[in-house]
């Protein structure tokens, strides 16, 4: 405990990130681990001393890069106390509280979110923690590919049918990777354009999948986002739910990073269109001080996730199962094993309060309106839409922008990545990591103030 302490209280002034070459932290370990036992306090502070230069700051206040990853407290004891228990719930029995806290509490955060009765384990529906969104984006494909089948595609394979499913052209590459891993190809992801508001273009969507069924193609799903990670942008799910309803595809929501804002009543406008939704997924681990890996993933019927995923080998078999009425989340998932993550979420809800939660989302997105104001002083253009915790900005053309993102990250006091929208670079500032504060993001602004003036 010591050691994360002295860690998390250097944060303040480290540098965000290292100065290391690769290979540097490889050449300091020995090439075979040690024959005689050490001492623990000397092991650890070997360990320590090898990794720390080589840690980036994802846990510093001026972490702006990609999303947080954040990770409070609470949450760092409900992780020991997972590790100390040592349960591994693949079913129900194998570890009841396990399951049934998991149940419970992610039906809590369906409810503080504002998410629909549809979603909850108390009726037809259910919330499961993941590792990350990017397997909850695989199972929703997997769902739907079942449910989709002219012949069960668990049984007998994908087969001949030429599947394809739609995303916005800002859509997280998770989506390829589940087609990919589907068996379905990458380029069964359609790309849709993005509209003025960079959500995906509703008309646009449309035509593409009369052309695909015109061309003899099975369209079985889409993927919406809340949040893209370029920009923050979000589908309007009350334009392409329609479609994908009337079409019978399954409408799979990626909210990882902005979901969380929904704790705010007045973020919710997220879920309009909500009704069409067959999964949703948000990543606590991203903006609630929740550490990875936490991403909740609900469906709106479990039996469709159960269908596509369940296999009931002997060695597995057990009364509880046989009689009914319990959850085997092993059938909820890709790997059978699984640990008790739920502790951290519980730990956090009842340390923080939603209250608190809600307080710090708040400022974060009082925080990055402030900031996108304030850079409009200077010579670059602010992306519109600006959306919560997410600013991005641009030079004149995208050399210039690559060249002052250079300036920027130069001194490693802090690290802004970049995304390409619709052809123009831009410059994000992601504002969500929740030690950092009104004087981090002054600082952050004379920063990039210097590194606009600075003459190369
Ligand atoms: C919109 C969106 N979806 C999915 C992901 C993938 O997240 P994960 O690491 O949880 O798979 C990200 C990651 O940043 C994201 O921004």
């Given at each position: 405990m010591?050691?994360?302490?002295?860690?998390?209280?250097?944060?303040?002034?480290a540098?965000?990130?290292?100065?290391?070459?690769?290979?540097?932290?490889?050449?300091?370990?020995?090439?075979?681990?040690?024959?005689?036992?050490?001492?623990?306090?000397?092991?650890?502070?070997?360990?320590?001393?090898?990794?720390?230069?080589?840690?980036?700051?994802?846990?510093?206040?001026?972490?702006?890069?990609?999303?947080?990853?954040?990770?409070?407290?609470?949450?760092?004891?409900?992780?020991?106390?997972?590790?100390g228990?040592?349960?591994?719930?693949?079913?129900?029995?194998?570890?009841?509280?396990?399951?049934?806290?998991?149940?419970?509490?992610?039906?809590?955060?369906?409810?503080?979110?504002g998410?629909?009765?549809?979603?909850?384990?108390?009726?037809?529906g259910?919330?499961?923690?993941?590792?990350?969104?990017?397997?909850?984006?695989?199972?929703?494909?997997?769902?739907?590919?079942?449910?989709?089948?002219?012949?069960?595609?668990?049984e007998h394979?994908?087969?001949?049918q030429?599947w394809?499913s739609?995303?916005?052209e800002?859509?997280?590459?998770?989506f390829?990777?589940?087609?990919?891993?589907?068996?379905?190809?990458?380029?069964?992801?359609?790309?849709?354009p993005?509209?003025?508001?960079?959500?995906?273009?509703?008309?646009?969507?449309?035509?593409?999948?009369?052309?695909?069924?015109?061309?003899?193609?099975?369209?079985?799903?889409?993927?919406?986002?809340?949040?893209?990670?370029?920009?923050g942008?979000?589908?309007?799910?009350?334009?392409?739910?329609?479609?994908?309803?009337?079409?019978?595809m399954?409408?799979?929501?990626?909210a990882?990073?902005?979901?969380?804002?929904?704790?705010?009543?007045?973020?919710?406008?997220?879920?309009?269109?909500?009704?069409?939704?067959?999964?949703?997924?948000?990543?606590?681990?991203?903006?609630?001080?929740?550490?990875?890996?936490?991403?909740?993933?609900?469906?709106?019927?479990?039996?469709?996730?159960?269908?596509?995923?369940?296999?009931n080998?002997?060695?597995?078999?057990?009364?509880?199962?046989?009689?009914?009425?319990?959850?085997?989340?092993?059938?909820?998932?890709i790997?059978l094993?699984?640990?008790?993550?739920?502790?951290k979420?519980?730990?956090?809800?009842?340390?923080?309060?939603?209250?608190?939660?809600r307080?710090t989302?708040?400022?974060?997105?009082?925080?990055?309106?402030?900031?996108?104001?304030?850079?409009?002083?200077l010579?670059?253009?602010v992306?519109?839409?600006q959306?919560?915790?997410?600013?991005?900005?641009?030079?004149?053309?995208?050399?210039?922008?690559?060249?002052?993102?250079?300036?920027?990250?130069?001194?490693?006091?802090?690290?802004?990545?970049?995304?390409?929208?619709?052809g123009?670079?831009?410059?994000?500032?992601?504002?969500?990591?929740?030690?950092?504060?009104?004087?981090?993001?002054?600082?952050?602004?004379?920063?990039?103030?210097?590194?606009?003036k600075?003459?190369?």
């Open positions: 010591e050691a994360i302490a002295r860690y998390w209280e250097a944060l303040q002034n540098p965000v990130r290292p100065e290391v070459e690769p290979g540097a932290i490889d050449r300091m370990m020995p090439r075979e681990a040690p024959d005689e036992a050490l001492p623990f306090a000397d092991a650890l502070e070997q360990l320590t001393a090898l990794v720390e230069p080589g840690l980036v700051g994802w846990q510093s206040p001026r972490w702006h890069a990609f999303w947080p990853a954040n990770g409070g407290p609470a949450s760092l004891f409900g992780d020991m106390l997972s590790a228990y040592g349960q591994q719930g693949m079913l129900w029995a194998t570890s009841p509280a396990c399951t049934e806290v998991e149940a419970r509490v992610v039906d809590w955060l369906r409810i503080l979110l998410l629909p009765e549809r979603f909850s384990i108390d009726g037809q259910g919330g499961v923690i993941q590792d990350s969104a990017s397997s909850a984006t695989l199972l929703a494909m997997l769902a739907a590919r079942e449910k989709a089948g002219t012949e069960s595609v668990r394979g994908v087969g001949h030429r394809v739609y995303v916005s800002l859509a997280h590459s998770s390829e990777r589940a087609a990919m891993i589907a068996g379905l190809g990458r380029l069964s992801v359609r790309k849709v993005t509209d003025a508001l960079l959500g995906m273009d509703a008309h646009a969507l449309d035509q593409m999948i009369r052309e695909d069924k015109a061309a003899g193609l099975k369209p079985f799903f889409v993927g919406a986002t809340i949040g893209t990670t370029a920009c942008s979000s589908d309007d799910l009350r334009t392409i739910g329609p479609i994908a309803k009337s079409e019978h399954w409408l799979h929501v990626d990882a990073m902005n979901g969380a804002a929904a704790l705010c009543p007045e973020h919710r406008a997220m879920h309009q269109g909500i009704e069409h939704v067959d999964s949703w997924c948000f990543n606590p681990h991203k903006w609630l001080p929740v550490h990875f890996d936490c991403d909740v993933f609900w469906v709106a019927d479990r039996n469709d996730l159960i269908n596509a995923m369940s296999v080998p002997e060695y597995l078999k057990n009364d509880a199962t046989e009689q009914g009425g319990v959850i085997d989340y092993r059938d909820w998932q790997p094993g699984r640990r008790f993550r739920a502790l979420l519980w730990l956090t809800l009842y340390t923080e309060g939603a209250e608190q939660l307080k989302i708040r400022k974060h997105i009082a925080f990055s309106r402030g900031f996108a104001d304030k850079l409009k002083q010579d670059v253009d992306l519109v839409p959306t919560l915790g997410l600013v991005a900005f641009a030079a004149k053309d995208n050399d210039s922008t690559e060249e002052l993102q250079r300036r920027i990250n130069h001194s490693r006091k802090t690290w802004l990545t970049h995304a390409e929208i619709q123009r670079r831009w410059i994000r500032v992601a504002i969500g990591a929740w030690r950092t504060e009104e004087h981090h993001m002054d600082q952050l602004y004379k920063e990039i103030e210097a590194a606009i600075t003459d190369v």
